[in-house]
């Protein structure tokens, strides 16, 4: 086409002005027969391109000619035939359409139909069953694509039930994120509102221990009075608790001692008879224990 357009071109600027414009004229009379011709501007830009569609159209013209032509030509040739094929009936078989019966020409009706739908070359049997055949071998392969296409179906049926599924589940995830970030928007503003209280009272609190020590360091108030060295006071009172406690704990086991030392020799005395007397006591326990084992061997 890029070719046939490059001699249309230069066909086209061999042809002089006068001549195209004559052409372009008659061809326009032509296509408008008894209308109003448009008139046109005699100018390169305007000429040229309706010079290219005159010859395109007379081109297009002479195409349908010539189709229209072998139209006819084969539309002959099968009348020829169908002429023929009658005259070889009538003259072999004495058979012609109008001699058929209704139920003949019914069944005639049904194969001529059947092989233009099956679009066999001919009505033979070996045609029909290759058309059959074919149209069998298309319509399992259509099954099995609608086969295949109802499982992608399907497959796309679940994708999308489970993407809805997913998308409700986001939804509600996304709502409740919502509902749980007002809560804690909410606490956060309480919370932010407390904390600012807290500040200003505070600071208020501040400010009045500030002037209420002023007031106390203007009336003479002992510096001693005042809460960090009472602070310090009672812990240095709660070190001295301790140690005491401390003392106690050991004063305790020299509580039972005699107030003197005659006193203190006596009781000596006393503990070293209760002494030796339980030694006594475990040796003879430790006697009768040994005259009992060896009691028991002989026995």
């Given at each position: 086409?890029?070719?046939?357009?490059?001699?249309?071109?230069?066909?086209?600027?061999?042809?002089?002005?006068?001549?195209?414009?004559?052409?372009?004229?008659?061809?326009?009379k032509k296509t408008f027969e008894n209308q109003l011709?448009?008139?046109?501007?005699?100018?390169?830009q305007s000429i040229d391109p309706l010079y290219a569609l005159v010859e395109y159209s007379e081109e297009r013209e002479r195409d349908v000619?010539?189709?229209?032509?072998?139209?006819?030509?084969?539309?002959a040739e099968y009348d020829a035939d169908a002429e023929y094929l009658q005259s070889l009936l009538t003259e072999s078989l004495n058979l012609s359409p109008s001699s058929l019966s209704k139920e003949g020409s019914a069944h005639l009706k049904t194969l001529v139909d059947s092989a233009m739908i099956l679009e066999?070359?001919?009505?033979?049997?070996?045609?029909?069953?290759?058309?059959?055949?074919?149209?069998?071998?298309?319509?399992?392969?259509?099954?099995s694509k609608n086969k295949e296409?109802?499982?992608?179906?399907?497959?796309?049926?679940?994708?999308?039930?489970?993407?809805?599924?997913?998308?409700?589940?986001?939804?509600?995830?996304?709502?409740?994120?919502?509902?749980?970030?007002?809560?804690?928007?909410?606490k956060s503003e309480s919370r932010c509102q407390n904390l600012q209280f807290l500040k200003d009272k505070s600071e208020d609190l501040r400010i009045r221990i500030k002037i209420a020590k002023e007031q106390l360091a203007a009336t003479g108030l002992d510096q001693s009075l005042m809460h960090e060295p009472l602070v310090c006071l009672s812990e240095k009172l709660a070190g001295m608790q301790e140690e005491m406690e401390h003392l106690k704990k050991e004063l305790e086991?020299?509580?039972?001692?005699?107030?003197?030392?005659?006193?203190?020799?006596?009781?000596?005395?006393?503990?070293?008879?209760?002494?030796?007397?339980?030694?006594?006591?475990?040796?003879?326990q430790i006697e009768m224990l040994t005259h009992d084992l060896l009691e028991t061997k002989r026995l």
């Open positions: 086409m890029a070719a046939g357009g490059s001699r249309q071109k230069a066909a086209a600027a061999e042809v002089s002005m006068p001549e195209k414009l004559q052409r372009i004229t008659s061809w326009l011709v448009p008139q046109v501007e005699v100018n390169t000619s010539f189709l229209i032509e072998d139209m006819k030509q084969r539309a066999t070359k001919d009505t033979s049997l070996t045609s029909f069953f290759c058309a059959i055949s074919d149209r069998s071998l298309e319509l399992h392969a259509a099954e296409m109802e499982q992608k179906l399907l497959n796309l049926k679940k994708k999308m039930t489970a993407t809805l599924m997913l998308e409700k589940q986001l939804e509600e995830d996304l709502e409740k994120a919502k509902t749980h970030l007002e809560i804690e928007g909410a086991c020299y509580l039972d001692l005699p107030p003197n030392l005659p006193l203190a020799r006596v009781k000596v005395e006393e503990a070293k008879r209760e002494l030796n007397a339980l030694e006594e006591e475990f040796s003879k």
